[in-house]
């Protein structure tokens, strides 16, 4: 289905330089206009740093999950869609099953990447751009997608306190809205 994720990126701010640490691209911003960093870039580090041992502990559960998560989603899926598991569906067969929920795991790694960045750009970078034209020419219907991803995002959510699962649900919420 896809061969998945490569390097990611670490923070954003808009400078618009890619693949680079929030730090870097302030370093490099004021470097370029010989300057010293502004009050905003310096806050926008300090929000980074403040929010980082949520994102670590948000990324350190879901990954710790993931098999969990991973299987209670699709069982999720395949009550709500079992026409996607009988014969002619897409998961139909252990190949077929088996490769869904690699997939399945392997957004969740761009999950992950998305909520440690603090940035839903890994996400689009590496999961969304070319993810329809993949899945079409493959005959897997998007609407499926999506609603694996919905189910992802119920069982990731259940894990979590009620502020890691507000801080998580825009970064599916992004995803789910790329895959529509």
Do not use: H
């Not at 957004?107 to 329809?132: A, C, F, H, N």
């Not at 609407?143 to 009620?162: H, T």
């Amino acid at each position: 289905m896809s061969k998945g994720p490569q390097l990611v990126k670490i923070g954003s701010v808009s400078s618009g330089v890619n693949n680079m640490s929030v730090i870097s691209q302030v370093v490099l911003q004021a470097d370029d206009e010989l300057r010293y960093p502004t009050a905003g870039e310096l806050k926008t580090l300090s929000d980074f740093f403040q929010t980082g041992e949520q994102r670590v502990r948000i990324a350190t559960t879901l990954s710790e999950n993931e098999k969990r998560i991973v299987e209670k989603a699709s069982k999720q899926l395949w009550q709500k869609r079992p026409d996607f598991i009988s014969p002619g569906g897409n998961a139909y067969g252990q190949k077929q099953r088996a490769l869904c929920l690699r997939d399945y795991g392997w957004y969740m790694r761009l999950i992950t990447y998305g909520v440690l960045s603090g940035d839903k750009e890994p996400i689009e970078k590496i999961g969304l751009i070319g993810v329809r034209e993949m899945y079409n020419s493959l005959g897997v219907p998007m609407p499926g997608m999506v609603e694996a991803i919905r189910c992802l995002k119920e069982a990731s959510l259940d894990l979590l306190s009620e502020d890691d699962a507000a801080a998580t649900a825009p970064y599916f919420d992004f995803l789910i809205q790329g895959m529509s």
